[in-house]
Every structure is written in structure tokens, then in C-alpha cells.
């Protein structure tokens, strides 16, 4: 078993970077219909790092990997009229550097972002803690200083935990190891500070790279799939992290229906009108499915149903993209990502109506053209690890066998 979970480890490597690679490399362009209507837009990206800010129903989108470089920008996507529209805000303070597969979350007892972790560089993982003070039109930065250090990572699930103001961590990724590891972080003003959890449950799922949502009514994260735990590659679970105590516990859950086909770099997100978590997207080995699929899991019984949404035109299979649910306008956002073979996207996608009757509707504006850099790829025996320079950024990615923690 440890030698196939090293083979897999070694395997989701080598595809993420060639994935990532691509996006670089060949940047999505729009048709001049979806180009923003007054104002401008993020130039496309991928990995980026996205909150629902409820105040203002808009969301807010921090930094990532446009096709040119590495980001730490700020923008405000407005949802309240119904349609949507940028808005870049430049807030006061120091920056946090730029990065990619950063985290994010927003606070609303606070009015306010909290942005943590992500990597600087291929496999080299942050564990900085910022607040995005929201009370000001453009926020404000400020670094986070607590007195416990947080564990550093990149691609770790996130989620808000309203019932005990607190963000949750699970997992995620380290140069070449994957984590199991379970960290809270308290968000009292001027006291906030890191916690290692240790949740009770048996089994467990191991260590992961996935994405989470938070279940408000019954105070849990909830997840399915990912890269990781006991089978590598071919996760079909379903797990929640009752959040009810201080060190939470682990609870495998069985939904009844047909669960969906096993993936990573999908994205999840929670209706809160309707108590359910959806999934869209992902990906299996290195291709994309041909056509994306959607699914809803209700957390009240819970059970898988595959969506099935109308709409003239609908959005492609993609991965490492934004999910978030608009409370405001009871509706799913999706943006960006990468596409199979194309670079980040733009585009920003509407899934409206009520549960099984579901219909996509693309939102204008979409994002600015932007022409990719071709770089060169190459594959070193020696240092076991692949090299790539794309669009300005050039990356490392180490295959070795990696330590589970």
C-alpha cells in the first residue's frame, strides 16, 4: 500500500503541474460581448483565493496565478444587482506578497477577510495570517501576529466556524508531503491565535487536499473525495468534522443515492436556503471530463443527487476554481479556473433556481483578453522534479516520495 500511494502522490504531482502549466501557457480569450461593461476586471487566473462577504453580497477575490505572473490584488465582485460587476479595491496597509492556492474567509462578525497561508513558490508553503478590514470602501491590510505559529500550507480546507468564531483547517499540502492535521484559529479581535485540534473519530480520513463546505445547522465542515487518505487517487467517502467541541470529531458519513465518481481540484460550496452542499467540476487522472457534472448532497438525510441544469449555454469542465453561494441573490457563482488545454478563464457563471430545476446563466462582464508566454518544461532523473517556466513564473515541483503527516 505505501508503495501505490507514493506511485499516486508521485503521480498527482507530475499532473499538477502539467495542468497548471497549461493554464499558463494558453490563456482563455472572450468574445467582445463578455468584456467587463464600464470599469475593467481581473486579468484571468486560477488558484486564487475567494470570500463571500454577506454585508455587501459581493465577493472577494484575493491574488492567485494569472497568466503573466503571481497576484496579490484585491477585487469586489458586486452580485447585488442581480448581474455582476468588478470592482478593484486598493486597500491601505502593507501587502501580503503575492501567492497562489492561498486560503480565505470571511468573517462576519468582524466585517472582514481573513486571508492565511498559500505558497510563495512551487511546494514552498506560507503561514502568514492577514485581516482584510472591510469596514472602508477599498479595506484595509493588516498581519496577524499570534502567539502560536500556524502550520504552513498550501491547498488546505478551509472553512468558517460561525457557532464558535473560529476558522477551521484541514490538511492540505507542504512542499512534498500531504497533512492530516486539524487547526483552529480563534478570531476574537486582539486575540487571535492558532490551536491544534485533535478530534476523536475513528477511522479517520487521512490526509487530504480537498474542498469543504460549512454546515450551519448542525455546526460541522463536510467534504467528499480529494487527493489523499487511505486510497490515494480513489476516495468515494463522504466525511464531516463535528465542530461542536473544542477538538471536533470525525464522523464518515453514508449518503444514500449514487455517490459521484471520485475527484480532485473540484470545488464545493454550501445553499444555505436550501441545506445542501453542492460540487461541480474537478478532475480524474489528467483529463477533464467531457462534460462537467454537479451534485447535491442534503444535509438533512443525506443523499447524493446528480443536477442536472438547463441553460442555451453552460460552462465547461474546469478545475481549481471559485465556488461561492450568493445568499442574497439564494444562487451559485462560479469563477475561473482552468479549462483542459486552455489557460485561466474569466468567465463568471450563475446557477439560479431551486433545487433540481436548476439553470445556468453567464454574467457579464466576463475578463480582459490576456496573450500567454510559452516556456519551456523539462524533467530532471536526477533531482526528481519537473521544471517550468510559463507566462513569467517559473516553478519547481518535487516528486519525491513524500511523508505523510
Known amino acids: 500500500m505505501d508503495r501505490f500511494m507514493n506511485l499516486t502522490m508521485v503521480f498527482f504531482r507530475l499532473a499538477a503541474v502539467l495542468v497548471f502549466a497549461a493554464m499558463l501557457q494558453n490563456p482563455t480569450r472572450l468574445s467582445a460581448a463578455e468584456q467587463p461593461l464600464g470599469g475593467s476586471a481581473p486579468s484571468p487566473r486560477a488558484l486564487e483565493a475567494s470570500a463571500y462577504d454577506s454585508n455587501r453580497s459581493r465577493m472577494i477575490m484575493i491574488g492567485g496565478a494569472s497568466s503573466e505572473r503571481i497576484e496579490n ?28 492556492w492561498s486560503h480565505a474567509i470571511y468573517d462576519s462578525a468582524n466585517n472582514r477577510v481573513i486571508s492565511y497561508g498559500g505558497a510563495i513558490a512551487s511546494n ?19 498581519q496577524i501576529r499570534p502567539p502560536t505559529a500556524g502550520p504552513a500550507r498550501y491547498g488546505a480546507t478551509v472553512v468558517y466556524d460561525s457557532a464558535n468564531q ?16 486539524v487547526w483552529s484559529f480563534g478570531l476574537v479581535p486582539g486575540s487571535e491565535d492558532w ?3 485533535r478530534p476523536s473519530g475513528s477511522p479517520t480520513p487521512g490526509q ?71 460540487i461541480y467540476g474537478g478532475i480524474a487522472f489528467i483529463s477533464l471530463p467531457e462534460k462537467p457534472d454537479a451534485f447535491n448532497l442534503s444535509v438533512e438525510q443525506p443523499a447524493w443527487v446528480q443536477l442536472a441544469p438547463t441553460g442555451d449555454t453552460q460552462p465547461g469542465p474546469r478545475v481549481l476554481f471559485t465556488l461561492v453561494f450568493d445568499s442574497a ?37 466576463g475578463a480582459s483578453a490576456i496573450v500567454g508566454n510559452y516556456g519551456p518544461m523539462a524533467y530532471s532523473l536526477s533531482e526528481d522534479a519537473l521544471w517550468v517556466s510559463a507566462g513569467g513564473i517559473s516553478l519547481e515541483m518535487s516528486l519525491d516520495n513524500p511523508n505523510a503527516k
Open 166 to 181: 473560529r476558522m477551521i483547517v484541514f490538511g492540505g499540502g507542504q512542499g512534498g508531503a500531504l497533512y492530516g492535521d
Open 73 to 100: 490584488d484585491v477585487w469586489a465582485l458586486d452580485l447585488s444587482s442581480g448581474s455582476a460587476r468588478w470592482q478593484k479595491l486598493e486597500p491601505a496597509g502593507s501587502l501580503p506578497r503575492p501567492r497562489i
Open 208 to 278: 487530504r487536499q480537498v474542498t469543504a463546505a460549512y454546515d450551519p445547522e448542525n455546526n460541522r465542515m463536510v467534504f467528499y473525495s480529494g487527493f489523499g487518505g487511505e486510497r490515494g487517487f480513489f476516495n468515494i467517502d463522504t466525511w464531516s468534522l463535528d465542530l461542536s467541541t473544542d477538538d471536533g470529531a470525525w464522523i464518515r458519513i453514508q449518503p444514500s443515492g449514487l455517490s459521484p465518481i471520485w475527484r480532485v481540484w473540484h470545488s464545493t460550496t454550501y445553499d444555505t436556503v436550501n441545506k445542501r452542499m453542492i
Open 195 to 197: 490551536t491544534r485540534m
Open 329 to 365: 441573490g439564494q444562487r451559485m457563482i462560479m469563477y475561473g479556473g482552468g479549462q483542459d488545454g486552455q489557460g485561466p478563464t474569466g468567465d463568471i457563471w450563475a446557477m439560479e433556481g431551486p433545487p433540481r430545476s436548476e439553470t445556468w446563466r453567464q454574467l457579464v462582464p
Open 124 to 142: 514552498f508553503a506560507v503561514n502568514d495570517t492577514w485581516s482584510l478590514d472591510l469596514t472602508t470602501e477599498d479595506g484595509e491590510w493588516t
